[in-house]
């Protein structure tokens, strides 16, 4: 089964950058092609949890919610099978809860409904203040 653990969140100032890390452990991860795609999502108390981005693991395509376009960046290390979320010019509407995610269907494009990820680490949380 596979098993995901966010790090990296933290209290930081408006403006400030935070990279968050999710280890990928587990499951049928190494199949080569490896099908998986990994998403990051965000929930802020009251608010329904948002895409952020994701990324395809065996070609690197990208896909970035609206909202965090520019600041944001995805990527992933295929060696020690971790995928990062930089998160730069950071501002309070950002605080919320980190959560990585997995999908392992391969579909031609990537998914912005957590419905589709059934796999789910337990998050991390990032504060920011200004």
């Known amino acids: 089964q596979l098993q995901l653990v966010e790090s990296g969140g933290g209290l930081v100032q408006s403006g400030y950058s935070l990279l968050l890390s999710c280890a990928v452990s587990?499951?049928?991860?190494?199949?080569?092609?490896?099908?998986?795609?990994l998403a990051w999502f965000r929930q802020a108390p009251g608010k329904e949890n948002e895409f952020v981005a994701a990324?395809?693991?065996?070609?690197?395509?990208?896909s970035y919610g609206d909202s965090i376009k520019g600041r944001f960046t995805i990527s992933r290390d295929s060696a020690d099978r971790l995928v990062y979320l930089s998160l730069n010019n950071l501002k309070p509407d950002d605080t919320a809860v980190y959560s990585c995610?997995?999908?392992?269907?391969?579909?031609?494009?990537?998914?912005?409904?957590?419905?589709?990820?059934?796999?789910w680490g337990r998050g991390t949380q990032v504060t920011v203040f200004s």
């Open positions: 995610a997995a999908n392992p269907h391969d579909w031609l494009s990537l998914s912005r409904s957590p419905g589709d990820y059934p796999s």
């Open positions: 587990g499951g049928p991860f190494t199949w080569d092609p490896n099908p998986y795609d």
């Open positions: 990324i395809k693991w065996r070609n690197g395509a990208a």
